[in-house]
């Protein structure tokens, strides 16, 4: 892995060194104000995480704070893994089903309360109807790409044995699957895939940004699963250029030529190792497609009627990868317009993630398709043959 030497600025680090020895402070003093308080106040979505040297960046544990913004203000508390909710051992008890949530901020959920997620909708529905217990763990991180989704799996994602793996795919996906660095909030570096003949590898790790301490948490993930995960992804030695290409096919490239092929095309390879690594792990896959904001309201305020091509791109890699995928955008759309006479939304007005509303409407169709496919997913057994 390649070294890095620090910065000679004498001014910035001690600056920096006093804020990284006072925000531990500051959160444990709010926390021992009293149960009810509401922890630390952050407006920027980047001050829940820190620095991590192989995702680019994790929520951090243990936290506790209020996320504000000018539409919601939402407590969010994280256990000792960067989770909001329970904190699960990775050995799952006997006949319980587990379900791992990737995904970005839409499925992290910070803009709304934890009650209010559509984990819980879902937890919740599919308890009440199979009698058994469900565990749902929700690793999902704003800003993560596929990309990160894949890493983050191999080096700790499978250590939780779950039954059903749900990934949420947004379309800002595409271009930062092709992107070292995650402009918008300023979250900084992120992992780095290429393709070389077909084969991923990984070009380049993080580098923390100037204002954040290097990873102090070394044993985070299983050392043994990120050396494997590493050598997984090492450059093939006869690799020659940098950029992934568009693979040919006959008939020309699957999802067309230019910047945008070459998003699907390593978003699909990306998506194949997922595929592949679920399957190892005697885990199904499931792909939810989350609409962006302007898919379902119209600039004139009504309801959005066009097709969407990122859907459609999305309906053929999952065909090619024979991975399940629920298109939620008409019932996204129905629902807007139903609940529209109640002036009531999907997603917030000027903030682009799912109101409460949103979330419920995720979390119930993901209960519905799951007890719709139940044996499939292994949630329930097969009627015994021969039975009256």
Same mark, same amino acid.
């Given at each position: 892995? %390649?070294?890095? %030497?620090?910065?000679?600025?004498?001014?910035?680090?001690?600056?920096?060194?006093?804020? +990284?020895?006072?925000?531990?402070?500051?959160?444990?003093?709010?926390?021992?104000?009293?149960?009810?308080?509401?922890?630390?106040?952050?407006?920027?979505?980047?001050?829940?995480?820190?620095?991590?040297? =192989?995702?680019?960046?994790?929520?951090?544990?243990? /936290?506790?704070? +209020?996320?504000?913004?000018?539409?919601?203000?939402?407590?969010?508390?994280?256990?000792?893994?960067?989770?909001?909710?329970? #904190?699960?051992?990775?050995?799952?008890?006997?006949?319980?089903?587990?379900?791992?949530?990737?995904?970005?901020?839409?499925?992290?959920?910070?803009?709304?309360?934890?009650?209010?997620?559509?984990?819980? %909708?879902?937890?919740?529905?599919?308890?009440?109807?199979?009698?058994?217990?469900?565990?749902?763990?929700?690793?999902?991180?704003?800003?993560?790409?596929?990309?990160?989704?894949?890493?983050?799996? #191999?080096?700790?994602?499978?250590?939780?044995?779950?039954?059903?793996?749900?990934?949420?795919?947004?379309?800002?996906? #595409?271009?930062?699957?092709?992107?070292?660095?995650?402009?918008?909030?300023?979250?900084?570096?992120?992992?780095?895939?290429?393709?070389?003949?077909?084969?991923?590898?990984?070009?380049?790790?993080?580098?923390?940004?100037?204002?954040? $301490?290097?990873?102090?948490?070394?044993? /985070?993930?299983?050392?043994?699963?990120?050396?494997?995960?590493?050598?997984?992804?090492?450059?093939?030695? $006869?690799?020659?250029?940098?950029?992934?290409?568009?693979?040919?096919?006959?008939?020309?490239?699957?999802?067309?030529?230019? +910047?945008?092929? %070459?998003?699907?095309?390593?978003?699909?390879?990306?998506?194949?190792?997922?595929?592949?690594?679920?399957?190892?792990?005697?885990?199904?896959?499931?792909?939810?497609?989350?609409?962006?904001?302007?898919? &379902?309201?119209?600039?004139?305020?009504?309801?959005?009627?066009?097709?969407?091509?990122?859907?459609?791109? #999305?309906? =053929?890699?999952?065909?090619?990868?024979?991975?399940?995928?629920?298109?939620?955008?008409?019932?996204?759309?129905?629902?807007?317009?139903? &609940?529209?006479?109640?002036?009531?939304?999907?997603?917030?007005?000027?903030?682009?993630?799912? +109101?409460?509303?949103?979330?419920?409407?995720?979390?119930? &169709?993901?209960?519905?398709?799951?007890?719709?496919?139940?044996?499939?997913?292994?949630?329930?057994?097969?009627?015994?043959?021969?039975?009256?």
């Amino acid at each position: 892995m %390649t070294m890095f %030497t620090t910065r000679p600025d004498f001014l910035l680090w001690s600056r920096f060194l006093a804020l +990284t020895i006072a925000f531990p402070v500051l959160v444990s003093a709010a926390d021992k104000e009293g149960k009810g308080k509401r922890g630390v106040r952050v407006e920027q979505t980047r001050d829940l995480t820190e620095f991590d040297s =192989t995702l680019g960046w994790r929520r951090i544990p243990n /936290f506790h704070g +209020t996320h504000v913004q000018g539409e919601y203000q939402v407590e969010m508390r994280y256990n000792a893994r960067g989770f909001r909710g329970p #904190l699960y051992p990775y050995e799952r008890t006997p006949q319980t089903y587990r379900i791992l949530i990737l995904g970005d901020s839409y499925a992290d959920g910070y803009s709304v309360e934890f009650d209010d997620l559509f984990t819980e %909708t879902m937890q919740e529905r599919l308890k009440t109807k199979f009698k058994k217990p469900v565990e749902v763990v929700n690793s999902a991180v704003g800003g993560y790409g596929t990309d990160q989704q894949l890493l983050y799996f #191999l080096i700790d994602g499978q250590r939780y044995k779950p039954d059903l793996t749900i990934l949420l795919f947004y379309a800002n996906d #595409l271009p930062y699957n092709l992107k070292a660095h995650y402009a918008p909030l300023g979250r900084g570096e992120k992992p780095l895939f290429a393709l070389e003949d077909g084969k991923l590898y990984l070009k380049s790790l993080p580098k923390p940004p100037r204002d954040r $301490a290097p990873d102090q948490r070394k044993n /985070f993930y299983d050392p043994k699963l990120v050396r494997q995960t590493m050598e997984m992804f090492a450059r093939p030695k $006869a690799a020659g250029g940098d950029s992934p290409g568009v693979s040919e096919e006959k008939g020309g490239p699957v999802y067309g030529s230019g +910047t945008k092929g %070459t998003q699907w095309e390593m978003t699909e390879a990306l998506m194949k190792k997922i595929k592949e690594s679920c399957d190892a792990n005697d885990s199904h896959l499931l792909l939810f497609f989350v609409p962006v904001k302007r898919d &379902i309201y119209g600039r004139a305020g009504g309801i959005e009627d066009k097709p969407s091509g990122v859907s459609s791109n #999305l309906r =053929t890699l999952a065909s090619r990868l024979k991975v399940d995928l629920i298109d939620t955008l008409p019932v996204y759309r129905d629902r807007a317009a139903q &609940i529209a006479r109640q002036k009531q939304r999907l997603y917030w007005i000027r903030d682009s993630h799912w +109101t409460p509303q949103g979330h419920q409407l995720a979390g119930e &169709i993901l209960a519905q398709h799951i007890r719709t496919h139940a044996i499939r997913y292994r949630l329930s057994e097969p009627p015994a043959a021969g039975g009256n």
